[in-house]
Structures are given as structure tokens and as C-alpha cells.
């Protein structure tokens, strides 16, 4: 069965928009067997989008688009689909109307009130979040999902999608697939053990995508049954961790945040931050897992010196003999919000991340992390590469690989180390 | 002229990786007077990617390519560009050799130093991040573009990619687009507004691009000379300034975080906040601005009641009587902030993000957001719909709005008002 992914919308040629749903669509996909052929983005005006999806339905099974079926002027998916599919007749659909009903009965607006009107012969998906329900259309052996644009709303109906194509599929070839994340290699020296480890199976292959310190590691199979292509998977993963017992921190969909958060609840310990450079992004970080509030204390964010001495104690002669971003800096910030925090944990970010600041003997990506715990506290020196966004980015995960791994070590943090990238 | 866009590779078509390249690229032809016809995301493997890059190329005059130029197990499309373009022969470029090596100096490693033999016949454009140069391929009318995947390595190139577009192109129509942004209209109402008031002009259209609390409104103008493009442009913008004052919150890229910077700037005075629900994310997004630290003086993120009594001095019987979520707990945070932070003004936020801790008295979603200046205090309530990710976001987002409005407003914020969305 050939998938393809359709998104509609001048906002995504444009820029104006990042293509999130593809990422979901795909990634939903593959996690139930399914795996997408290709993907376009196409305009919304109605002639071109009309011979992009002609394009795409004639090549493959089922064609999902995403976008375009709200009821603003430069909406146009649902009525090109229905010339193509034929279904150019209306119907209302009870559901939806009460839906929409429902949803508006303050301040009814007809253009939305016009999406209970559906494509007779189409099967609804219900959209509880927004307005426009998604659509299927058939004919000849052809299928078309439309899903509307704004994620919140596309997400919630993939389950539908994928219990769709479980019912439409058939045949003995699965391919299943997973993802081992890791935390601290370079891409290159992955890439050479893994030509080096790695068996030569049949159906059996992998792809490394990178991004800032993390490397995820995709493992595909493909089986005669779902059983198969796990076990060759299972076996295959055994491996790698054998190979890499550290730098593994999860497979699947889990965060180094997440997997920081899952240790700290498990050890009944608690956290606290002080922030220099990273201005909140490890904060936030640390709280976009559901539940933090049972292991984050809180983190302050000490863009000043100011700050540093009001809130976290740093004394003036050592913000004046060491600066601001220095190792005795870091330290004091971590073992100060610790102690003042009452944490099991104090972690310290102290940085440059430019593109100001920097001079030769400190330059832009010098950054301090420190960690403390009732051990004792350690530092590491980074001089990260890049601009602004990416040493924030590079210092915030840098940060929770060295807690993941003080969380999992059995020997606390009792040393002064230094690291360099 | 008919530019698209071929993004490749099986983490983009998995959903691994978000497509953020396919943004950048839209958006930097957009402002340079140019547009994508169609985008398309294809598989590593190279017969599919040859397919796909044979249809996009017999289509366009111009494919750009992002992704598979690097020098692991699943990067193929500089090999199969010169399959198609007939340029299998390869030849040694210096000043690529020259950078590797110097960059590889310590540690050079085979595969990379590999990147300098290009396809005989393309032009290089030199990737001063990573190792993988960009490669123009060009025969019988038909041009590739060729840029790695790495957004830090790709966004660079783009600015030659602009200069041999700019060069390549010929002919009368211009096509020019600009983007107004708002903060605080529904796109509905919107868009009703839009209709109504918007002149119906040959040529010249708009579009509407919602997320979460503010909406883009696209205009593009299509003229015989880019100067007359541009008059359209800004007429029309005039038009929709006047109807639209205080929504409107910047004409381009602009973000709301960079107008308030730029308005705390220009009067010369700085900011702290205090932060509950939204756990560090307004500071980040204050923080992302480069130079923040001449206006931003810290963030709290008390994400216990201990840290709101211990470093906001919010009163353990306000607490008690008020609870942490509550217009009262907001007020006190922001003055707080204010005045133990040095500051010119003071920002809270308390709310319930969700999942848990919602109750029938105060669901998730319900958030208080504070302004403190020395004028005195003012408190928004909200009941935000949506999931822990968008409720944290639109109070983010609330809380910067109503913070430029503040700076905009002659009169202070001396009232305590309530709003609700």
C-alpha cells in the first residue's frame, strides 16, 4: 500500500508557517507499521492544487492531505477533492451540525455553520477541537484523507487515520521501525562503529538523524508478520546497547527531559536551577513534562549580576576576580541554589551565547555547567560551536545528559572535572 | 521562472525530524521577490529519489534540494543529481580541501575529505558551519540546487542561493509579498473584517495564518516592476494599520518578544518576571532576543509555593486563603518581582497548565496574568482551551501582548481589570 501525504497551503510554501504535521503524520505512521512515500506541500489556489492531487491519487493507494478545509476564502482541499472524487453533491451531516451548533450557539457564523454541508458519499471524521471535520473520500480503489490544518485539531484525528489504513491494509510484508536515542556522540564516530558493529541482515537498516549534541539511531525491519519485524528489532537494539550502555538514554519518542524527570521521581528527589545564558530554556524544558511539579522546585534565571548576589549568593569578590562566566561562578550558583532552594539537586548554566559579549580570552559559546548534590559539586567547561539559539540549545541539553548521568551513576558527584566539546 | 523544492530524507518522511528548512528557504525567496511552486519531502533511497528528482526537475526550472550530501551510509543525492545531470566525473575542489583539512586538523577522518571531489561542472557554494558544500548542477536550461540538510550549514547558503536566482531570472512580473502581524484578533473576526474592508484589486491577495493567539496576515502583490509591487503593498498595509492599530504588532519576521524588547529599549527600561505555569518559557522567549540583558534583569520560576514565599515574599496567608492560582497570588508576584528585582516592570503568571491539578473551581486553562509598573498593578484572567503545550503558550504569549500594550499606552496600568478569552 503506497501512502503519500498532501499539505496544503501557501503559509507553508511561503515560510510562514513550520510544517509540524508532516513530522506527526509521519511519525504516527511509522509507529503503527505504516511508513510515508513521499510528502508535498502545494498552493492553495485551487487549479494547481487540483493537478498536485490528481498527481498523487494517481500513484498512490491512499492520499492524505492536511489543510485547506476551513471555511476562510483561501480554502479550497474539500471542494477540489470532491471534483476529483466525483462527490460533488452536499449533504448535511447531523453530527456535525450539532457539533458546530453547539460550539457556537453564542455567536453562530455561517461560513463555519457550512461545514456540517459534507461531500455526499464521504465518510466524517469528527474534529472535537476546531471546526472542520475531516473527510474521507473513495472511488476506484482510490482513497483520500482530508484533515484540516491547525495541528490541535489534525493530531487527535490520526487515530482514526491509522485505524483506517489498518482495516484498508493486507498482504504479508510489514515493516516496523524504532528509534534508540543518544546523548553525546558525535554523528561520525556513531556512523563508523555502527559500519563496523552493525550485522549485514536482509530487511535490516538504519539512518542516523542529528541535532545538537542528541543522535537518534532508526532501526528498520522488514518481516513477514508485525512478531518478526520486532524480534529482528529487539535483537538489534540489544546490541547497540551492549555497544553504547551510556549514551543510550531512550528509545522511542522519550526526551533526555522526560527521562531526567522519570529518574528524579523515581529516587524521591527534587530539583533547582540557576540559569545564566540559557535565560529559562532549561526551566522550561524541565516543565514542559506533565507532572514536574512533583520533583522541580523552581529555577532562577539570573541574567544579572545583580541577580546572582540577591537571589543565589554569589559574592561580589568572586563575580569580580573569576566574571560572571567562570567555573567558581557555576559552582557557587549550583551548590547556592541547592542549599537555598532545599533540592536534592542544584544544577548551574553560566555562559556566553553571544553574538555580544565575547572577547579572546572568552568567547561566544564558553559556557560553565555545574552540578551539586549532598556529595559534593562538579563543573564542566564547554566551548560550544555556533550562535545564539544553538549554544543555548547545546548548554540546555548538555546540562541534562551530565543529571541523567549523576542520576544513574551509582558514585555521586564529588569531583571538579573539566569536559571540553 | 518555476522554483521547487525537494527536501530529502527518511527522518523527515518518519517525522523524526521536523521540516524547518522548508520554512527558511519559503520564506528568504518570499522576501526576495520569489516563490515555490511546490515542495515535495522524498525518501533517502536512491532509485525513489532519483524518480522524484527526474519529475521535479522535468517540471521546474529550478529544484532546490536540501538533505543527503553528507558523507554517511544514507546520503545520495549528490550522486544521484549527477546521474541525472550527466556530471559523474568528479573533480577536487581547493578551497573545500583547504577548509576540511584545515577544520579536520586534529582528527581528519576519510569520509569527509571525500566532500571536496564535487561533480565535475557544478559550481560550489562553500559551507562555512559543516563539511558538505552546496552544488549547482546546470544543463540544457534545467538548474539543481544542492544544500545539506543542517539548517545552521543551509541558512547561510541561502544568500547565494537569492544572488543566482536574482541572476537567472528575467522577464516583467514581480511578485512581492510582505506579512502584518497580529496579537489578540480571532481569525475569524478577522477575516470577516478582511472581507469586508479589503479592496478588491487584480493582482493583489491576502491570506491568514492563525497560531495560537496571533494571526499573520499575508498580502502578496503581483506587478510588472518590483517598485510598483511595493507601492501595492504598502497601501494596502496602510489600509489595514487603520483598521487594525493596536493588533497589529509588526510588519515582517518581526517577533512579539523582539517588539518588546525594542519598546523596553527605546524607553530605557527593564523587566523582571515571575513565572508559575509557564515554567521558564517567557523568560526563554524574552532571552531569545540578543542583547535582552540591556532591558531583562531575571526571571523566578517559583513552580512551588516555597520558592513563591521565599524569594517573591507572596504571603503563606494569601496562599492559604487565595491559593497559588489566583488573581490575588498574580498581583503580589508582579509587584514583588518588580521591587526585589530592580525593575522597571514586573510580570506574573499563575495558572493551571494541565494535565492534573485542575478542579470544578479552577480548571485547567484558568490563568492570571499580572503587570506591576510604578504606577501600580493590573491582572488579566483567562480561561485558555487546549492541552499543558498551548495553554503554557498562549499564556506566554497573553503576557508579552499585554505587556507592549502597556509600553504603548500613555496611561499606565493603574487599574485592576479583567479580561477572559
Redesign the interface.
Known amino acids: 500500500m503506497r501512502i503519500e501525504l498532501v499539505t496544503v497551503?501557501?503559509?507553508?510554501?511561503?515560510?510562514?508557517?513550520?510544517?509540524?504535521n508532516?513530522?506527526?503524520?509521519?511519525?504516527?505512521?511509522?509507529d503503527a507499521g505504516f511508513?510515508?512515500?513521499?510528502?508535498?506541500?502545494?498552493?492553495?489556489e485551487p487549479a494547481?492544487l487540483e493537478t498536485?492531487l490528481r498527481r498523487a491519487i494517481a500513484r498512490a493507494d491512499v492520499v492524505i492531505t492536511s489543510g485547506g478545509l476551513g471555511?476562510?476564502?483561501?480554502d479550497n482541499t474539500r471542494d477540489v477533492l470532491a471534483r476529483i472524487f466525483g462527490a460533488e453533491k452536499r449533504r448535511t451531516d447531523k453530527r456535525v451540525l450539532a457539533y458546530l451548533e453547539k460550539r457556537y450557539r453564542r455567536k453562530p457564523?455561517k461560513p463555519?455553520l457550512d461545514q456540517a454541508r459534507v461531500p455526499a458519499g464521504t465518510t466524517v471524521i469528527l474534529n472535537k477541537?476546531g471546526t472542520a471535520p475531516g473527510l474521507i473520500f473513495k472511488s476506484k480503489g482510490k482513497t483520500a484523507i482530508a484533515l484540516p490544518g491547525?495541528p490541535?485539531e489534525l493530531i487527535p484525528m490520526l487515530e482514526r487515520v491509522v485505524a483506517f489504513l489498518r482495516a484498508f491494509s493486507a498482504g504479508p510484508g510489514v515493516f516496523a521501525?524504532t528509534?534508540l536515542r543518544t546523548a553525546g556522540i558525535r554523528?561520525?564516530v556513531l556512523?563508523?562503529t555502527l559500519?563496523e558493529v552493525f550485522p549485514d541482515i536482509p530487511g535490516l537498516t538504519y539512518?542516523?538523524?542529528?541535532?545538537l549534541l542528541l543522535v537518534?539511531i532508526?532501526l528498520f525491519a522488514r518481516r513477514r508478520t508485525e512478531q518478526a519485524a520486532r524480534r529482528a528489532l529487539a535483537k538489534a537494539e540489544k546490541l547497540l546497547r551492549a555497544h553504547f550502555p551510556d549514551e543510550i538514554y531512550a528509545t522511542g519518542a522519550a526526551t533526555l527531559e522526560q527521562v531526567v524527570g522519570a529518574l528524579l521521581l523515581e529516587r524521591k528527589q527534587t530539583l533547582a536551577?540557576a540559569?545564566s545564558c540559557?535565560?529559562?530554556?532549561?526551566?522550561?524544558l524541565?516543565?514542559?513534562v506533565?507532572?514536574?511539579?512533583d520533583y522541580?522546585?523552581?529555577?532562577?534565571?539570573?541574567?544579572?549580576n545583580?541577580?546572582k548576589q540577591?537571589?543565589l549568593d554569589v559574592p561580589a569578590a568572586t563575580l569580580a576576580k573569576h566574571g560572571a562566566v567562570s567555573r567558581e561562578t557555576a559552582l557557587t550558583m549550583a551548590v547556592n541554589v541547592r542549599r537555598?532552594?532545599?533540592a536534592d539537586h542544584g544544577v548551574a548554566i553560566t555562559g556566553i551565547a553571544?553574538?555580544?559579549?565575547g572577547t579572546k580570552a572568552k568567547p561566544v559559546g564558553l559556557v560553565y555547567i555545574a552540578l551539586a548534590d549532598a556529595n559534593g559539586a562538579a563543573c564542566w567547561e564547554y566551548n560550544f560551536p555556533?550562535?545564539?539559539?544553538?549554544v543555548?540549545t547545546l548548554s540546555a541539553r548538555a546540562a541534562l545528559n551530565h543529571l541523567r548521568l549523576a542520576l544513574l551513576d551509582a558514585s555521586p558527584t564529588t569531583t571538579d572535572t573539566t569536559a571540553s566539546d
Not at 71 to 74: E, H, S
Not at 354 to 357: A, E, Q
Open positions: 497551503g501557501d503559509e507553508l510554501l511561503h515560510g510562514t508557517t513550520v510544517n509540524t508532516a513530522a506527526a503524520i509521519g511519525r504516527r505512521l511509522v511508513e510515508l512515500a513521499a510528502h508535498a506541500t502545494v498552493p492553495d494547481s498536485h471555511p476562510t476564502v483561501d457564523w463555519v477541537v491547525p490541535r521501525g528509534t554523528e561520525s556512523d563508523a559500519r539512518g542516523l538523524a542529528a541535532d537518534d532508526r536551577l540559569e540559557t535565560g529559562g530554556l532549561l526551566a522550561r524541565i516543565t514542559d506533565p507532572g514536574s511539579s522541580f522546585r523552581g529555577g532562577l534565571v539570573a541574567y544579572s545583580e541577580w540577591m537571589f537555598i532552594g532545599g553571544g553574538p555580544g559579549g555556533g550562535e545564539r539559539e544553538m543555548r
